[in-house]
């Protein structure tokens, strides 16, 4: 696969009598978590020339927003005031982190309802095609990204719907795109809307307040306005936000519910809640899972259990209870910066060694069991256990585990993991179904992070934990079990390739 992947934060707000920007500004603030490279907003106001008008820049959101300067945010937020809004913050996966890519996309046109502009989240597994659809059709593609290639298409269901009515515009979508694709739209009519895909791989809610209507990836964004009202939108529904009231239509048949499991333990936010289930109590029981597998005497005397900051607190502090020792859960590292690390673009290692500070008085002679919510590429845990436990913390021995089972294969839907071969526990799967024994093959993966031994969750924990059937849940990347056409084609091909380049002994 080439080109950019985009799982990023998308928010949207229809507030009479309010700055609408204001609004986004508050929910991409909250939505940081998503994205880190980019954001920005299109807000809608008649009375201006330029009906719809779009700012959008690199970096974080306060950044984006200007907040170190409040005389230029103030001229911002006045620039652009208007009753309607869409936000967006960019996760850009692979590929140049450049202005042209950060999102919203606008299209300028004559017709209001053909002028539009729109923030996308997830990833569209069938890009190649639909950009050869569009070559033939003779259109120019600049920007190799999944956005542009939906704009275009967009635009063209606008040329083939009467008046542009969007749920048939979206309903068109789903007959072309495979993939995960959460959208919010704005046109130049003032029509606003958020929508969720058929499968309804990543979380939307949206909610209805006195100050208008609004619509966020996460609930966490909408706690502002009225944290008893927060309605998840289903899959194939999208949400007309009307001010003080919201239409929701369906616009697609649902197919197979494929949630992603990695939204409830690494992606979403602790506080948020998803299809009715709390983010950080899914992580607590899959702490109290991850607990059940424990071999090692883990005792208070010679022992310290410690999370890998943020995301495994709740993990690690449910699995010291459950073993009975919640006095040796301590704070072990300390996280010196923000942002996250599996979600930059670049220079990883560099990144995790000055992200951590390792509390030597706590860690130093003790027995350390670190816990993470996953592995992927191993660069976050290598350094961790060598550099910051070990070397630099004086840890006797370092156990690692692990909230989620074995990463071993790509997500097409729009997390950053690519390819087999970036993945830690991709090449050591196979070694177990060639009959190799599994407490041998994690023997010598332990050995490869530097850790005395570890120890993964077990699948059937996690689906415990999160509370929903199986069949509902995205387990692609550790099961290779896609949930649509070109997911397993493409991960046909990309398997194919990768035992073909470990035959061939480059990976």
Same mark, same amino acid.
């Given at each position: 696969?080439?080109?950019?992947?985009?799982?990023?934060?998308?928010?949207?707000?229809?507030?009479?009598?309010?700055?609408?920007?204001?609004?986004?500004?508050?929910?991409?603030?909250?939505?940081?978590?998503?994205?880190?490279?980019?954001?920005?907003?299109?807000?809608?106001?008649?009375?201006?020339?330029?009906?719809?008008?779009?700012?959008?820049?690199?970096?974080?959101?306060?950044?984006?927003?200007?907040?170190?300067?409040?005389?230029?945010?103030?001229?911002?937020?006045?620039?652009?005031?208007?009753?309607?809004?869409?936000?967006?913050?960019?996760?850009?996966?692979?590929?140049?982190?450049?202005?042209?890519?950060?999102? $919203?996309?606008?299209?300028?046109? +004559?017709?209001?309802?053909?002028?539009?502009?729109? +923030?996308?989240?997830?990833?569209?597994?069938?890009?190649?095609?639909?950009?050869?659809?569009?070559?033939?059709?003779?259109?120019?593609?600049?920007?190799?990204?999944?956005? *542009?290639?939906?704009?275009?298409?967009?635009?063209?269901?606008?040329?083939?719907?009467?008046?542009?009515?969007?749920?048939?515009?979206?309903?068109?979508?789903?007959?072309?795109?495979?993939?995960?694709?959460?959208? /919010?739209?704005?046109?130049? *009519?003032?029509?606003?809307?958020?929508?969720?895909?058929?499968?309804?791989?990543? $979380?939307?809610?949206?909610? /209805?307040?006195?100050?208008?209507?609004?619509?966020?990836?996460?609930?966490?964004?909408?706690?502002?306005?009225?944290?008893?009202?927060?309605?998840? /939108?289903?899959?194939?529904?999208?949400?007309?936000?009307?001010?003080?009231?919201?239409?929701?239509?369906?616009?697609?048949?649902?197919?197979?519910?494929?949630?992603?499991?990695?939204?409830?333990?690494?992606?979403?936010?602790?506080?948020? !809640? !998803?299809?009715?289930?709390?983010?950080?109590?899914?992580?607590?029981?899959?702490?109290?899972?991850?607990?059940?597998?424990?071999?090692?005497?883990?005792?208070?005397?010679?022992?310290?259990?410690?999370?890998?900051?943020?995301?495994?607190?709740?993990?690690?502090?449910?699995?010291?209870?459950?073993?009975?020792?919640?006095?040796?859960?301590?704070?072990?590292?300390? *996280?010196?910066?923000?942002?996250?690390?599996?979600?930059?673009?670049?220079?990883?290692?560099?990144?995790?060694?000055?992200?951590?500070?390792?509390?030597?008085?706590?860690?130093?002679?003790?027995?350390?069991?670190?816990?993470?919510?996953?592995?992927?590429?191993?660069?976050?845990?290598?350094?961790?256990?060598? =550099?910051?436990?070990?070397?630099?913390? +004086?840890?006797?021995?370092?156990?690692?585990? !692990?909230?989620?089972?074995?990463?071993?294969?790509?997500? %097409?839907?729009?997390?950053?993991?690519?390819?087999?071969?970036?993945?830690?526990?991709? $090449? =050591?799967?196979?070694?177990?179904?060639?009959?190799? $024994?599994?407490?041998?093959?994690?023997?010598?993966?332990?050995?490869?992070?530097?850790?005395?031994?570890?120890?993964?969750?077990?699948?059937?924990?996690?689906?415990?934990?999160?509370?929903?059937?199986?069949?509902?849940?995205?387990?692609?990347?550790?099961?290779?079990?896609?949930?649509?056409?070109?997911?397993?084609?493409?991960?046909?091909?990309? %398997?194919?390739?990768?035992?073909?380049?470990?035959?061939?002994?480059?990976?």
């Amino acid at each position: 696969m080439c080109g950019i992947k985009e799982s990023c934060g998308v928010c949207a707000a229809a507030s009479p009598g309010r700055n609408a920007v204001f609004e986004i500004y508050k929910m991409c603030k909250e939505l940081q978590h998503r994205g880190q490279s980019g954001a920005g907003f299109t807000s809608y106001n008649p009375r201006r020339k330029m009906i719809l008008s779009t700012y959008k820049d690199l970096g974080m959101v306060n950044e984006v927003f200007q907040l170190s300067d409040i005389n230029a945010y103030n001229q911002l937020l006045e620039r652009y005031n208007g009753p309607r809004a869409i936000g967006h913050n960019r996760y850009g996966t692979s590929g140049v982190v450049s202005h042209a890519h950060v999102q $919203p996309f606008e299209r300028r046109h +004559g017709k209001l309802y053909k002028w539009f502009s729109f +923030g996308f989240n997830g990833h569209i597994t069938n890009r190649e095609e639909l950009e050869g659809f569009l070559k033939r059709d003779g259109y120019h593609l600049m920007y190799d990204t999944d956005t *542009e290639v939906m704009m275009h298409f967009l635009s063209k269901y606008l040329e083939e719907v009467p008046d542009g009515d969007p749920k048939e515009v979206f309903r068109k979508m789903t007959e072309d795109f495979d993939g995960a694709y959460n959208v /919010v739209f704005i046109n130049g *009519e003032g029509t606003t809307v958020a929508l969720r895909d058929p499968h309804g791989f990543k $979380p939307l809610s949206y909610v /209805v307040s006195e100050g208008g209507s609004f619509a966020a990836s996460e609930s966490n964004a909408l706690n502002y306005y009225n944290i008893e009202g927060i309605v998840d /939108v289903k899959p194939g529904e999208m949400v007309f936000l009307e001010g003080d009231d919201v239409r929701v239509e369906r616009f697609a048949k649902p197919k197979r519910k494929s949630f992603c499991y990695f939204e409830y333990i690494y992606f979403a936010h602790v506080s948020s !809640i !998803i299809d009715g289930r709390s983010v950080y109590q899914v992580r607590k029981r899959a702490g109290e899972e991850l607990a059940k597998r424990e071999y090692l005497n883990v005792n208070s005397k010679e022992w310290v259990i410690i999370p890998v900051p943020n995301t495994a607190r709740p993990i690690a502090n449910a699995y010291a209870k459950a073993l009975g020792f919640p006095e040796i859960y301590e704070e072990g590292l300390i *996280e010196t910066t923000k942002g996250r690390t599996f979600i930059e673009e670049s220079s990883r290692h560099l990144k995790v060694m000055t992200k951590f500070h390792p509390l030597r008085s706590v860690l130093k002679g003790k027995k350390v069991v670190v816990i993470d919510d996953s592995i992927v590429r191993s660069t976050t845990m290598k350094t961790i256990v060598n =550099y910051h436990l070990k070397a630099l913390g +004086g840890a006797k021995e370092v156990h690692v585990r !692990i909230g989620t089972p074995p990463i071993i294969a790509p997500c %097409y839907y729009g997390i950053d993991m690519k390819t087999f071969s970036e993945l830690f526990a991709a $090449p =050591y799967q196979d070694r177990i179904h060639n009959g190799i $024994p599994e407490d041998d093959v994690l023997k010598e993966m332990a050995a490869k992070l530097g850790a005395d031994s570890l120890m993964y969750q077990s699948l059937e924990g996690l689906i415990r934990a999160i509370g929903l059937p199986k069949n509902e849940l995205c387990t692609a990347c550790l099961t290779r079990e896609y949930p649509t056409p070109w997911g397993r084609r493409n991960d046909e091909k990309a %398997y194919k390739e990768f035992t073909l380049s470990r035959a061939d002994g480059k990976s």
